[in-house]
């Protein structure tokens, strides 16, 4: 291919770092002064907007975590319902839509054949269809009434990077253009504009971390289990980073919205159980702290990506980094980076292929 590593050791390192370019992509020429600029999305795209009630998202994988984080924000800045569910679900059930449903499919390849089928199914019975993609004139593409490209250019490492960071930007402005029609306040959509200008300075500067992500990889690299845990839209993000995880160091990784833990998982806590958690804000971290006593008192070792240090007292068994203040919408994007790089530098320890995974295929087209 025209794609090569340049002075990276893998893709999906060279892919990770090419975050901050991205998200710019992902943002140019459709961001208008203070609002979305929505002609992006294709013709008639207006029209369509117009008469949206609900939405009904379809994906797989990395794509389905975007699709999860997209929810909290639909409902809470468009304050309309967002239903969210796995191609491979969606299009073997009698799904009940109600009128006015815009079908929203997420993919990087736009091939994945379950992802495809569903639109297939449905589209007769929705509002309108709507990609969120990678590949340009890919099937999806072609087969969707709209569609908003993520312009992450080619992703060639098995385990999505930067599709995932660029989907959650397009979504974003998605979230926006709903949400305008239904009661956002144009001052509002203008803050979240000029937060989303932030976004590639704020990844430069999580970048920055990697050597602090790397050491702390050494903790994992002799594990068998690790548990995430998120609130809200870090939830997903857990997801996505316990996905990561188990996609290319092998080590097996479970993601709980934090709130779970004592209704199962936290059985499972001991010190061969490392727990990551995800808590940018204080008020998070608050609600969090509780539940992290309890791993600590079972003698679990707790890595924590926070918004402030001061956030939780070091102690021993407790790691702590401190990730740059990040306005609250673009924490799923931000938090995302770290999960990204430890999985990484965990896989490279254990000498795992990390652009080629066993098992898996970058794009699934056959079921
Ligand atoms: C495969 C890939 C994943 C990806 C998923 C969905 O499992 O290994 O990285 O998230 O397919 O792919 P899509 O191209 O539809 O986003």
Redesign the pocket.
Known sequence: GSVDKGEYKHYMLKEIYEQPKVVHAAMEGRLGKDSVLEQAFGAGAGEIFDQVKQVQIV??????HAGLVAKYWIEDLAGIPCMVEVASEFRYRRVVLPPGTLFIS???????AD?LAALREIRDRVLASLTIC??PGSS?VRESDLCLMTNAGPEIG???TK??TTQLVALLQTTLVLGRRHGLKPETEARIVEELKQLPGLLERVLGLDPAIEKMSEAFAEKHHALFLGRGTLNPVAMEGALKLK?ISYIHAEAYAAGELKHGPLALVDKDMPVVTVAPRNEMLDKLKANLQEVRARGGELFVFAGSSQAVEPEEGVQVLELPPVPGILEPIVYTVPLQLLSYHVAVLKGTDVDQPRN?????TVE
Do not use: P
């Not at 994906?59 to 389905?64: D, I, L, M, P, V």
């Open positions: 994906a797989c994988g990395t794509s389905y997420i993919s990087q390849s736009g091939e994945t992802t990678n590949v999806l098995v385990a999505s599709a995932f996609e898996l295929a970058k794009s699934v």
